[in-house]
């Protein structure tokens, strides 16, 4: 027997007297309550749901997997209002009104999200493990693309090939090409960056990544990007 709207209802009004626990916040994600506008996290409320239905829980990740009952129930899965502006909740709307196939429109969205499938290929081609530091906390890595989503075609976008797991740190510097990697894998950084806040960051001197030759084309076009943002001012690290 499948969760009603009405235990999602009762999870709703659970969660306002009981909170959260054992989940967190949501970090992409909000369902809303239609009757008070109220946003819970998904996840949280899906939980809860099952729960006081007294159903086993089917053992699904964040994102599509949860959201997807939820929205088939008839309540609203929007982004969180930090995100609604951002270039990421725009390539989600053109996905949205330009992607009929709605297999196709749910992988690209969870590529673009950096989950689903994408994010288990990357997993895999890199052993579960930050590219860089070795990290093996899945919870602090990032599934990033290497070529820029935007100037990626569909099929780039889903190619895991195009792909590289980080921890949170070297992923925001990757994905605003303040950080690259040369054609043997030596990481590249922007004379922008002090050398005090790579250390301050803990990110290992003398790293070499190794990728498949496929993976290096597309690197090719994302040190491209790099050289163009950092002024042909970088360094070796």
Known sequence: MAITADNVRNAFDYIRQHGLEPNKNSTKWDIIDPQTQ?????????RVAY???REQQPNVGGGWP????LKELGFEIV????LEESEEAADIRTISESEPDETTRRRLISARLGQGAFREALFEIWQGRCAVTGCRIDKVLRASHIKPWRDSSNSERLNPRNGILLAASLDALFDNHL???SNNG????SSFIKKTALEQLGIPKGTKISHHSRTGEFLIVHRAKFEEVCLG???CW
């Open 233 to 235: 001012h970088s360094f």
């Open 186 to 189: 030596t990481m590249l950084i």
């Open 66 to 69: 949860t959201n997807e009952p």
């Open 179 to 181: 950080m690259s990697f």
């Open 79 to 82: 982004l969180k209002p930090n």
């Open 51 to 53: 729960e006081l239905a």
């Open 38 to 46: 109220q946003r819970f996290p998904p996840k949280a409320v899906l």
